[in-house]
């Protein structure tokens, strides 16, 4: 029963071909999608970008603290854009100092890697609870005993500065370019300033030793999660110099699932509820390492380096080897539509029956053969000649197209008569004789259908022209075996018509 069924299905796919390409789109779509829910992971491995890479770390939390630096020797830092803190201004003014209204070009040159302590606070600018996205690059320097460092906020930054004082020490006198101003302070003095929003800072900070990499702590309230510490922030990611994103790390609850898929990682997007945990930002030539902690999706390189949905799937064999199956009988049934292995504008069965005994019988039968071998594929003169038309040549033209003639017999179909007592079956012009010539003339497969209990009519009782009927084997439908008797007919008249059904000559 389930291998007629499946055949029926395949088989009916070439007459609703819509129908079929319409399954397999859908199927192939949610399989596509499958592969692209990612679901979250512990993280393994650190971000790390090179010299053309620029480093954003999203929704760092509303604390005043963000990064932390303290160490031996000076630090060199430029601002694009800067103003004076309000004390810092004050104190200047105090020294005789004109301080420029407004933001604008400020560097602070300590000659990096000289003598003596710095220390370097990078925090808020302003209190709020919106988190802010913090862009780091790193960019190659010239000499191995430092790194260098191009730094943004799209929020306002503090930032202190300051290195220690060393009197009579080289590099003891640092110069601060405040405008059009050059002045040389004291090591000792802080200096406090204000950046804007989107205003770049590039600092160069000396190493312990030429080629190590600088540790640059996050600072502030670490968020914990077991034993692991950190700054809390959304997603990390890496853009190109271009501003193409090439990768993104997503916080998330560990095995929560990205139902929109990667594309919204693709696209930069961080729909996580968990963050991301960041220890420090290791700086090297050209180079930024961030040690990570937690759980949540990753992708780079136009993937996901995620587990997916399917591949979650698919690791159970069972479940494998039933996708594979589904799949298999998709395309099967796809093929078979974008082929047509069906004719469509030809029809395969020609149903020949008398309809004063038989019209309940050869309905129910082409009822049934259209559900296997489709609405196309069998031709009933009731259903199939419309209105208007030459009723004997759409006859002789479905006879010729057809491969097979059914021949229904019921009880009456052998003496069936007209309204002046004579037989049919007697009469030359009788429609039902003169189908079974033709067919008998055009050596077409021919099966007798026997319905209602009807037997195969004896050869002398039938005229002449039709005396072969009786030598072809017959197929016998009965009333409580409908189905199963009508799907063995539609087995028969799927497959290739046998070369000696009528090629044999008549007998004298």
């Not at 000076?74 to 104190?91: N, Q, V, Y």
């Not at 602070?108 to 370097?120: F, N, P």
């Not at 009731?382 to 009723?391: A, C, L, M, W």
Request: aromatic share 4%; glycine share 8%; net charge negative.
């Amino acid at each position: 029963m389930l291998r007629n069924q499946l055949q029926r299905l395949l088989r009916r796919a070439a007459e609703h071909r819509l129908t079929a390409l319409g399954v397999f789109v859908v199927a192939a779509g949610l399989q596509l999608w499958l592969m692209n829910v990612p679901i979250a992971h512990p993280i393994a491995t650190p971000v790390v970008t090179s010299a053309r890479e620029t480093m954003s770390l999203a929704g760092l939390q509303p604390e005043d603290t963000l990064l932390h630096h303290q160490g031996s020797g000076g630090i060199d830092m430029r601002f694009e854009r800067a103003s004076l803190a309000p004390l810092t201004a004050m104190l200047f003014r105090q020294l005789g100092v004109v301080v420029p209204e407004g933001d604008g070009p400020i560097s602070w040159i300590t000659t990096a890697g000289t003598a003596g302590d710095s220390v370097l606070t990078i925090a808020r600018g302003e209190a709020t609870d919106v988190p802010l996205t913090l862009r780091v690059h790193s960019t190659p320097a010239a000499t191995r005993d430092v790194v260098q460092l191009e730094l943004d906020a799209d929020a306002p930054l503090k930032i202190t500065v300051g290195a220690s004082f060393i009197a009579d020490a080289p590099g003891a006198r640092k110069i601060l370019h405040l405008g059009d101003q050059t002045l040389e302070l004291d090591g000792g003095l802080p200096l406090v300033l204000n950046v804007p929003p989107n205003a770049l800072l590039r600092a160069v900070l000396p190493v312990a030793q030429a080629g190590e990499t600088l540790r640059l702590p996050l600072a502030g309230v670490a968020a914990t999660t077991g034993s692991a510490t950190g700054q809390p922030v959304r997603s990390i990611a890496v853009r190109s110099a271009e501003g193409e994103l090439s990768a993104i790390v997503c916080g998330a609850s560990p095995d929560r699932l990205l139902w929109r898929g990667v594309g919204m990682l693709a696209d930069g997007d961080c729909p996580g509820d968990v963050p991301l945990l960041v220890d420090a930002l290791e700086l090297g030539n050209g180079r930024i390492e961030a040690q990570l902690s937690g759980s949540g999706w990753v992708w780079h390189d136009n993937d996901t380096a995620s587990e997916t949905l399917y591949e979650r799937v698919t690791a159970n064999p069972a479940i494998a080897a039933l996708l594979m199956l589904i799949d298999a009988m998709l395309a099967a049934w796809l093929l078979l539509a974008a082929l047509s292995l069906r004719r469509r504008s030809r029809y395969r069965v020609f149903m020949s029956y008398r309809r004063d005994d038989s019209a309940g019988h050869s309905g129910r039968i082409y009822d049934r053969l259209i559900e296997s071998l489709g609405a196309d594929a069998v031709f009933i003169d009731v259903e199939k000649i419309p209105p208007g038309s030459y009723f004997e040549k759409v006859l002789v033209a479905r006879m010729h197209a057809a491969e097979s003639v059914l021949v229904i017999i019921a009880p009456g179909w052998l003496n069936a008569t007209n309204a002046a007592g004579e037989r049919r079956l007697d009469l030359p012009d009788d429609f039902v004789r003169r189908e079974i010539e033709m067919g008998l003339a055009l050596h077409k497969r021919m099966i007798p259908v026997l319905v209602g209990g009807a037997g195969m009519p004896a050869r002398n009782d039938l005229p002449e022209s039709l005396r072969r009927l009786p030598e072809l084997n017959a197929v016998t439908i009965n009333h409580a075996s409908f189905d199963r008797d009508t799907d063995a007919l539609a087995e028969i008249l799927v497959s290739r018509p046998g070369a000696s059904t009528q090629t044999d000559p008549a007998p004298p």
